[in-house]
């Protein structure tokens, strides 16, 4: 049931959904962590959708707990249907995009560290899609909370697209909005591409080749 929805479906045309919360696994299944609040005292909460979450979720634990990486978590977020099932979300017709929750620690690493890696991470030009995955479902997206990440989040969209206006390629697609719900993901989407679970699992994540002006690359 993969939809190739490709205009964003209005509250009023959007699935109804449901009241009961996705089940969240207890542990993150690299990191050891948990997936759900309450998280440790001082963390901060970033929220991006780069098309695929699979992918995606594995760039941020990639980074390492001891880089500032608190856990990670694949859901829905931007949406309008409360607590969507997969199947839904890829119709189109729930509004949401997948999205990875990463739960950092700001002493340790930045926002603007995070944004680098998603900005470097896929392709944000390319409206709703991510290479071969086609819909709404796979827009790019940052779903800030605050001020401070929102003043980031544009700041960094800025400067990356002069990177990518000087190397040929397009216009920055990538919606900015505040972040509402985050829908955790069924349990067997979290962590998809761990060792444990799909060590040669499928990842059509790819970035420009660009390298984004802002924060400092880092690796576990």
């Not at 209005?10 to 009241?19: H, S, V």
């Not at 929220?47 to 992918?55: A, R």
């Not at 001891?66 to 890829?90: D, K, L, Q, R, S």
């Not at 989407?189 to 994540?205: E, M, W």
Request: glycine letters at 16%; hydrophobic letters at 35%; aromatic letters at 10%.
């Amino acid at each position: 049931m993969f939809g190739k929805q490709m205009t964003m479906v209005t509250p009023e045309q959007a699935l109804p959904g449901r009241d009961a919360a996705m089940p969240v696994p207890e542990r993150h299944e690299v990191l050891g962590t948990p997936l759900a609040p309450p998280y440790p005292e001082g963390s901060e909460i970033a929220e991006f959708g780069m098309g695929c979450f699979w992918g995606a979720e594995r760039a941020f634990w990639e980074i390492g707990a001891g880089n500032g990486i608190v856990t990670t978590a694949v859901g829905y977020a931007g949406g309008h249907t409360p607590n969507p099932t997969y199947e839904e979300v890829c119709s189109g017709r729930t509004g949401h995009t997948e999205a990875v929750r990463v739960v950092f620690d700001p002493r340790v690493i930045s926002y603007t560290d995070l944004l680098k890696v998603f900005w470097e991470g896929h392709d944000p030009t390319q409206g709703m899609r991510q290479g071969n995955d086609l819909g709404t479902q796979y827009r790019s997206a940052i779903l800030y909370r605050g001020d401070g990440q929102k003043a980031a989040a544009e700041s960094s969209r800025e400067a990356f697209q002069q990177v990518l206006t000087g190397s040929g390629h397009g216009t920055i697609t990538t919606e900015i909005a505040a972040a509402g719900p985050f829908y955790f993901a069924e349990g067997y989407h979290q962590q998809y591409l761990s060792d444990a679970k799909n060590p040669n699992g499928y990842c059509g994540l790819g970035g420009t080749g660009a390298t984004c002006p802002v924060g400092v690359a880092r690796t576990g």
